[in-house]
Nanobody, 120 residues
Framework: VQLVESGGGLAQAGGSLRLSCVFRGHTFNAYWMGWFRQAPGKEREFVEA????????RYAESTKGRFTIARDSAKRTMYLQMDSLKPEDTAVYYCAAKYGSSWSENMDYWGKGTLVTVSS
């Protein structure tokens, strides 16, 4: 399984970016798909996840209402639309997938990450 992120870069505070995660080498049917991030000098933290088959979503309070997950099954791609960006959103963003129905942050597969930098 390969998860490949892209779309990171530099944005200004208040701006938007859209990250992409392509699922390669495996069926696009993980129960949970989500995004995590790791800021410089900090531990990795959960951002948002979706269980598409049952319509369940989980959010971090810090990004709720500003970030949204979407997917394009035909392209085997998951997106993270990030709006109203803040300097504290600066981090490496990772997509991840989990094949069990019970939620936990111990995901089964991870991408290598894409860097997002938000300037003030």
């Amino acid at each position: 399984v390969q998860l490949v992120e892209s779309g990171g870069g530099l944005a200004q505070a208040g701006g938007s970016l859209r990250l992409s995660c392509v699922f390669r080498g495996h069926t696009f049917n993980a129960y949970w798909m989500g995004w995590f991030r790791q800021a410089p000098g900090k531990e990795r933290e959960f951002v948002e996840a979706v269980a598409w088959s049952v319509g369940r979503r989980r959010y971090a309070e810090s990004t709720k209402g500003r970030f949204t997950i979407a997917r394009d099954s035909a392209k085997r791609t998951m997106y993270l639309q990030m709006d109203s960006l803040k300097p504290e959103d600066t981090a490496v963003y990772y997509c991840a997938a989990k094949y069990g129905s019970s939620w936990s942050e111990n995901m089964d597969y991870w991408g290598k990450g894409t860097l997002v930098t938000v300037s003030s």
